[in-house]
């Protein structure tokens, strides 16, 4: 579901909205392979209509399931923006794009997920990789090719490590 306000309902004063934004709908599916939403998007905040613009804020959580990008382990990392805010003006070239008197919040909530998605995840700060797995030597002798396979497989495996 998309967050969308409704103007003549912020003329009468600060509406709360709730929504769960998906992955298809944040165009987030495909983004980042080590980087996924577990759950869609949760978003809890206040609108409010200034002079001239549109005022949210409120929570924005994040769900999702990182794979460690060292040793390749899956494990769940959820963000939380818990001041977010954002300020959409009505007019000048920036103005927010109103459709009948509904705006639609969902690509800001987008753009801030983006920019939350962690860049390099690790499943704890320390994390030594594979280097005492012995799979070190396959990445030195095999191409880079035979190396990616290699590590679709470790994260098939260790996903089921951890069904487990
Ligand atoms: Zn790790």
Redesign the pocket.
């Known amino acids: 579901m998309s967050l969308i306000c409704h103007l003549h309902q912020l003329e009468e004063g600060p509406v709360a909205l709730e929504a769960k934004i998906s992955a298809a709908e944040l165009e987030l599916e495909d983004f980042d392979e080590l980087v996924r939403l577990a759950a869609p998007v949760d978003c809890r905040v206040e609108v409010q209509l200034l002079d001239d613009g549109i005022l949210a804020k409120g929570t924005v959580t994040i769900p999702l399931v990182c794979e ?6 899956a ?1 769940d990392c959820d963000v939380v923006l818990r001041d977010w805010a954002c300020l959409l003006p009505l007019e000048g070239e920036e103005r927010v794009q109103i459709h009948g008197d509904a705006v639609d919040l969902t690509p800001y909530v987008r753009e801030d997920t983006v920019l939350a998605l962690p860049q390099h995840p ?3 700060p320390d ?3 594979l280097l005492f797995t012995g799979l070190e030597k396959v990445k030195q002798v095999g191409s880079a090719p035979r190396m990616e396979s290699n590590s679709s497989v470790w994260a098939e495996l260790n996903k089921l490590n951890l069904e487990k």
């Open positions: 460690c990008s060292r040793c390749l382990k494990f690790l499943c704890r994390c030594q990789g």
